[in-house]
């Protein structure tokens, strides 16, 4: 069955940089778009980036965009994202999420918390 | 960026009946190449990741209830529960798939009355 599992979130001081992965299994990784989409405490659901099949396309929520870059390993079946420049407002549980046909999102992984906090 | 807006807020219905979540589109999400409205409805409960319950508007995810539909087409869209059951409280997203950045509304809160 299919499967996403992220890891990498944790505390950060604001600044700081911070990876997470998503391990994906169950279906044939390198035919599907990946994404990220976070909530933030009491927030409602953020669209934050995503990658082409073929790692070739990206596009980034413009609240991250030149912060954070998304790459995937597609021998290894998995994703990456790499936060740079953390603020406070980054505070948010990060999911991956398998991009169906046209980008609805129908696998989802249980999410990683990542908090800014001094 | 297409803004995406539910109402209401929150919603108490009781158990057995009709709750109905409506979600207006800042642009058209309707693709004249295809006919496909670029339109879908999540569930979300504590703890938990969103499940995808409608996509395409109106097309039910495999293994959700028939009591959840969703209808509406352009920048009008509506989730209806048809008989509310106590699993049914959860927070309730659409989100549109037309461009991106990829956009949810607010999200509604269904409880029970």
Redesign the interface.
Known sequence: QVQLVESGGGVVQPGRSLRLSCAASGFTFSSYSM?W?RRAPGK????VA?ISYDGINK?Y??SVKGRFTLSRDNSKNTLLLQMNSLRADDTAVY?CARG?N?????Y????TLVTVSS | DIVMTQSPDSLAVSLGERATINCKSSQNLLYSSNNKNYLAWYQQKPGQPPRLLIYWASTRESGVPDRFSGSGSGTDFTLTISSLQAEDVALYYCQQYYNTPFTFGQGTKLEIK
């Open positions: 994404h989409v409602g659901l953020e669209w995503l596009d929520a413009d999911y169906e046209a980008d609805f999102f129908a989802w992984g249980q999410g």
